[in-house]
């Protein structure tokens, strides 16, 4: 009796041609999709956006000692929605009132400095909700040393509701972009096992079960999908890296390049190459049952 | 051996054939000859494993190849070689793609061990040169051929001939007949389906038996007493 044929990566040792082609279309694909998906991952929509803009401001009474106010700032600056806390003493704040408002140096000239110290706090980006801005809102307001908190809550909650608008656009834009590739993967299996039929009936006619054609088609397009997904996002991420390191300004929106190496991205890039494997092995699977069963 | 007991076939709303018994031993050359609509190809894919028939039961060295272990059905399937006599024709086919399937089925043969045994076998069938050759612009019996030879390349233990004679032509013939009864000196088992069998070869088989509407003939193998 003959020994059991491979059947493993059957559809390259019958049809290189479209099997080449294929691929590096994929590869292409996944380059630019996982450079989407990295800018997506880093940036969070938009909230690094908006994040790297808003402020809290927390208007510190005349009398409070610089001593006092630090101290103050330090521990707002532990909270954890809290990127960072500064304190500005009131001569900084007279500066940059100054330098909003230049030719008002009269006011000072009666009554001396009229500005008073304040501490400008930063949200991290993935901090940046309603519950969070209400926390350290409500933490400084019970503070004796805070005379007012400016956090914009009239405007804020239109902010968030555009960042979420721009998240849910963003990674919808993305869904759209890996079901066209589902679609498009789904008719190349198609059509490459429609070409390919008379071979799969020739072997099925010499003792090869059709299941086990199928299952392991399906299973070299998952671990080819697996392969070329990582390979993508790993071009894509050194195409975002260079892009930032190239355009400082992108971190504002995007993020620091070193954050492509965290442990959380880089699981998140495996779980999206995984994703891209079970999509190529059912493209894989629907497009030889589709051409068995004769549907064009 | 192949044994076919109290076959029967029952195509287009009548009996084709009913109650026939075949056995074919191994190592030997066997020629079915029927007249046309006969069923000798219904009889070659029922030996094959390929389709049930509608009476009787085919056995392969004892074990029933439609009541028996699928496992058993399929490797038997494996074994063998088939060249139809519906060649296939597929516009862009070439003569070496046949060789490369015929591998791919076989399982294990290398690239280069595939190439050099394709460019023999097609030497021996009178094809030399012919694995770049567009299986559409090839005449019947170059595909006949061609298709033999793709066959011959996985070393099927059995091989399943429908009309390869009469495809062939009437100048290949000696070369076919030295082939199958080679194949069969080699310890391998060939079942030809023919029309008729040529004049020559009738008179080195005798008489075949009857069987229904087949005669088959046992064609005599080189150093056979």
């Not at chain 1, 803009?53 to 954890?80: C, D, F, N, Q, S």
């Not at chain 1, 299996?189 to 392991?216: N, S, T, Y």
């Not at chain 2, 791919?104 to 021996?124: C, F, I, N, P, T």
């Not at chain 2, 310890?187 to 389906?193: C, E, I, P, R």
Request: charged share 20%; proline share 6%.
């Amino acid at each position: 009796m003959s020994e059991q044929p491979s059947l493993w990566w059957i559809d390259w040792r019958l049809s290189r041609a479209s099997v080449v082609r294929e691929t590096i279309g994929r590869f292409l694909f996944f380059c630019f999709i996982g450079f989407a998906l990295l800018s997506m991952l880093l940036s969070g929509g938009a909230s690094r956006f908006f994040a790297d803009r808003y402020v809290i401001t927390a208007v510190l009474r005349a009398e409070v000692p610089p001593a006092e106010a630090e101290g103050l700032a330090r521990k707002v600056a532990a909270l954890p929605p809290v990127r960072s806390a500064s304190y500005r003493d009131p001569e900084a704040a007279w500066k940059e009132f100054l330098r909003a408002y230049p030719g008002l140096d009269a006011l000072r000239g009666a009554g001396g400095n009229p500005m008073p110290g304040y501490i400008e706090i930063r949200i991290r980006p993935d901090r940046l909700t309603g519950d969070d801005v209400d926390l350290v809102a409500s933490a400084l307001r019970s503070v004796p040393l805070v005379e007012r908190v400016l956090a914009g809550e009239e405007w804020f909650p239109r902010l968030l509701r555009a960042g979420r608008l721009a998240f849910r656009l963003g990674w919808g834009i993305f869904g759209a972009f890996l079901a066209g590739f589902f679609l498009v993967a789904r008719l190349q299996e198609r059509a490459r096992a429609v070409a390919l039929a008379a071979d799969f009936a020739f072997l099925a006619e010499r003792g090869v079960p059709a299941g086990r054609m199928a299952l392991l088609r399906a299973a070299a397009a998952a671990v080819s999908g697996f392969l070329l997904a990582a390979a993508g996002t790993a071009a894509g991420g050194g195409a975002l890296f260079a892009s930032l390191r190239t355009f400082p300004f992108l971190e504002g929106v995007i993020g620091p390049p070193a954050d492509l190496l965290l442990p959380r991205t880089i699981a998140a890039a495996v779980l999206f190459s995984l994703g891209a494997a079970f999509l190529s092995a059912a493209a894989s699977l629907l497009g030889w049952r589709a051409a068995r069963s004769g549907r064009k | 051996m192949i044994e076919g007991f109290r076959l029967g076939v029952f195509s287009r709303g009548a009996t084709l054939w009913d109650g026939l018994d075949f056995a074919f031993g191994d190592a030997a050359a066997w020629f079915v000859a029927g007249p046309p609509s006969s069923g000798k190809t219904l009889l070659l894919s029922i030996l094959r494993g390929e389709r049930r028939p509608d009476a009787g039961d085919v056995l392969v060295t004892g074990n029933s190849l439609y009541r028996g272990n699928a496992a058993h059905a399929r490797a038997w399937r494996a074994s063998c070689g088939h060249v139809p006599e519906q060649t296939i024709s597929g516009a862009r086919l070439t003569v070496g793609d046949l060789f490369r399937r015929s591998a791919l089925a076989g399982g294990g043969v290398r690239e280069s061990e595939r190439k050099d045994r394709a460019d023999r076998l097609l030497e021996m069938v009178g094809l030399p040169g012919a694995s770049g050759w567009r299986i559409a612009e090839l005449s019947i019996s170059e595909r006949v051929r061609a298709c033999l030879a793709a066959e011959l390349l996985r070393g099927p233990k059995v091989l399943f001939c429908d009309g390869v004679v009469a495809g062939a032509g009437i100048p290949c013939r000696e070369m076919l007949w030295g082939l199958f009864r080679a194949l069969a000196r080699e310890g391998n088992t060939v079942v030809l389906a023919e029309r008729t069998i040529p004049e020559r070869w009738a008179l080195a088989a005798g008489d075949g038996a009857p069987v229904g509407p087949f005669r088959v003939y046992r064609l005599p193998v080189p150093g056979e007493g």
